[in-house]
């Protein structure tokens, strides 16, 4: 088999072609294009020699992608954190250690914001647990 790093006609980035196919997509604009007409820039018969050199042209600079601090918001950031765990206890210390962090005392509009569906019953639950308590009516805190 021959393997080739060429551009996409359509998007301009590099990629990996197997040249014993006639055509294949492009894995980031979905395009897809003929071998025939393409401009190799690279090619051998070790696919991962193919790829050293992709990695060569580009090299991953994590530098480049990082947002500034400032851009980000930690009321999402709590939200996917939150998503992302299965354990309801460890929901529970997560949202209101957040919450605290984020409003020093939070409410039950805050909760909200976080899980509209579930907000009473995890108020209540985390109330029973001992994990908030209410500092002022309305208010919570850890």
């Known amino acids: 088999m021959r393997y080739a790093a060429v551009s996409c006609p359509k998007c301009g980035r590099q990629r990996m072609i197997d040249k014993v196919s006639a055509s294949s997509g492009c894995p980031y604009c979905n395009a897809v294009c003929g071998h025939s007409g393409l401009n190799i820039l690279f090619e051998d018969d070790d696919q991962s020699t193919v790829r050293d050199a992709l990695a060569r042209m580009h090299p991953f600079d994590r530098t480049e ?11 999402s950031t709590l939200i996917h954190r939150y998503e992302s765990c299965s354990d309801i206890q460890e929901k529970m210390e997560l949202i209101s250690k957040g919450l605290t962090c984020i409003c020093g005392t939070f409410t039950l509009d805050d909760l909200k914001k976080v899980d509209e569906k579930n907000a009473d019953k995890m108020l209540r639950a985390m109330l ?10 309305g208010r919570y805190s850890v």
């Open 65 to 75: 992608k990082k947002r500034p601090a400032a851009d980000i918001d930690p009321l």
């Open 128 to 137: 029973e647990l001992c994990i908030i308590h209410e500092v002022r009516y």
